[in-house]
Every structure is written in C-alpha cells, then in structure tokens.
C-alpha cells in the first residue's frame, strides 16, 4: 500500500512538472508583468537622468528653448526625426488641439524630418519592413495597440522621437540627443511610451519589437490590462526591467522635490510639454487595474499567485490568444537574417 502510494504521489509529481514545463513561457510572461512593482526600481540609480550622474538639468531652465542639440558638450546620437502617429482618423479630421500640439513641436524643431502616420502609411511600412509581423498586426483587438506597436517598430527602424498626438512641446527636445533612449518615468513604476527618443536600432528597441508577440495575450476579454500588458507602457516596462544592464535605458525623472516633474499623467504641464490628457481608449476596467498598481506591491504579489492559478487552469482558452510559440521562430529568424548577429536563444529574453 505504502509503495502504491508513492507511485502514485511520483506520477503527479511528474505531471505536475510537464505541465510547468509546458506553460513555463505563460508562466514566466505572468510573473514578469505582475513582479514589475518590484523589478522595476532595482538599479534605478543607473538609469535615472540626474545632474550627479549626468551634470543635466532636469528642469531645463539652463537650456534654450529653441536648443536642437547636445552639442558641443556631447554628441548628438538620437537623429533629428519626429515621429506622429495618427492612427484610425484622417489628417485632416485630426482634433483641432491635437493639430496645434503637433504643429507647436515642429516649429520648435525646424529643419528635422517629420513623419505623420496615418493607416495607409502604417501598413505599407509593416509590409515593407516587418512582413512577420503582420498578421499579429491584423489581430489586434484594439486600435490603441497597433498605435503602440508602431511606436516601438518605426522608432526601431528610424531612430528619433516618437510623440503622441496630445503633446503639445513647449521646448525642443535637442539636450536629450546625448543619450542613446530617453522616455519619461510614470507612476507609480515604469515609464511612459508616448514619449520616446532613441537612436537608430536601439538593441533595447529591439528588444520591445521582439518581444511583441510573446506577450499578445487578450487578457480574460478585459481592455485595460490586454493593452498594457501587451504593448503599453506596462509592457514596455517590463522589458526594460529584464534588461542585464539598464544604464542606457535612461528615465527623464524629477528632482528630489518634484519627482514626478516629467510624468505625463493627465492633463498636465512638465517642463517639456503640455501633456493633453487624451486616454480615451482606457475602458470600464482602468480604474480597478490602476487601484491595484496603487495599493503596494504586497497586494501585486496576491495577484500573481491567483492570476498564474487562473492562467494555468484557462489555459485551453488561451491558445485562442495570438499563438505565442509559433511566432517565437519565425521572428528569431527574421532578426537572424536582418543581421543582428546575436544568438539565436538571445533574442528574446523572456522566453
């Protein structure tokens, strides 16, 4: 009887173990987005833009408004580009404040090339550039997605500043050319991705394309986090908190007195821009997700363990979800072929 039993405890243990083994990537796609509260801030003073660390001024009070560059203290590695991206309405149908803002930041940037994305030019370009990624482009449930996914892909492909639509510049944004990416921090973690600077095929930029379909999960039919998690500001976290060394990765913070000094959180005034508010996308679902975020890491650490329970036990109806495995080797390919030269199992790091 005693050896039955063992046999039998080592049969579920062995089943138990295939079925980790199985949903390891699920699971630790899970773990890596819900333990963000408490990754993120490891190392932080490496990557925080500070005048100890990087003799800048965080207020901007020392720099011109009309200053287009780094130079001469440091070269200039993010090019002048501007990135727009108007998905889902026509140019010239655009919100009249939306017009203005766009039109503020060109005229503090004269001379930089300037790109307004609209539908027609966003799917010639995913054709053109990033044919494997096209079908999980079609799939997105959300308009607010494909905003995001293209975000990271033309920033990858051109380098440059992408900005959102409801950002109206109140300076140039030249000071910010010395550092390879810059993106302004949120709260309560992580940074915000509506505004991003970068120079041209940023390995970190590549790292937020690549991982584009390991996280495109729809998350239990709910808007709020099937976005975030899987192209939002959220997501774009959680791969800069996996990164080995984040020093580059540089977050536009505040001072000791106003740390929130560049959060763009509603309708705001930083000393970059001022930020519009628009956040028409966020759903029924925002506030109870955002309520959590507030509540402290403790209560995350709750979530974890329940949603990784309920990932485990729906995982049937999961699989509907943009099929995360297939997507992996085609797009390790791609990169291969694209000439990266990294390692194959290197590509992408939450796997």
Known sequence: MHSSSRKKFSVVLAVLFLLVLWLRTPITVALSIFSLPITWNLGSSTFLISRRLDNFDLTFTNYSATRATSLPEHPDVV??????????????????????????????????????WTDEKAVVFINEKFPLLKEMWDGY??????????????????????LDMDLDCRRSLGPLRRFNFTAPAAHPVGFSNGFMMASK??????????????????????PYPTVMFS??????????????????????SGTVRNPNLHALNGDVETPLFHHLGASSWHSFDAFLIVSIGKAGSHLLWVFVGLGTFVLVGSWYSMLQLRGVHGGISLFRRRYSEDGLKRPEEELIKCV
Do not use: M
């Open 79 to 116: 090019p002048p580009i501007l990135h727009h991206i108007a998905l889902g309405h026509k140019p010239d149908a655009e919100q009249a404040d939306w017009s203005t803002a766009r039109n503020n930041c060109l005229a503090y940037h004269p001379g930089w090339e300037a790109h307004l």
């Open 141 to 162: 449930k959300y308009p607010i997605q494909r905003v995001d996914a293209l975000r990271y892909l033309v920033l990858y492909e051109y380098g440059g500043v992408v």
């Open 201 to 222: 095929r940023h390995p970190f930029v590549g790292e937020l394309v690549r991982n584009l379909p390991v996280y495109n999960w729809r998350w239990f039919g709910l």
């Open 231 to 252: 192209t939002g500001c959220h997501y774009a976290s959680t791969i800069h908190a996996q990164q080995k060394n984040r020093s580059d990765l540089r977050i536009l």
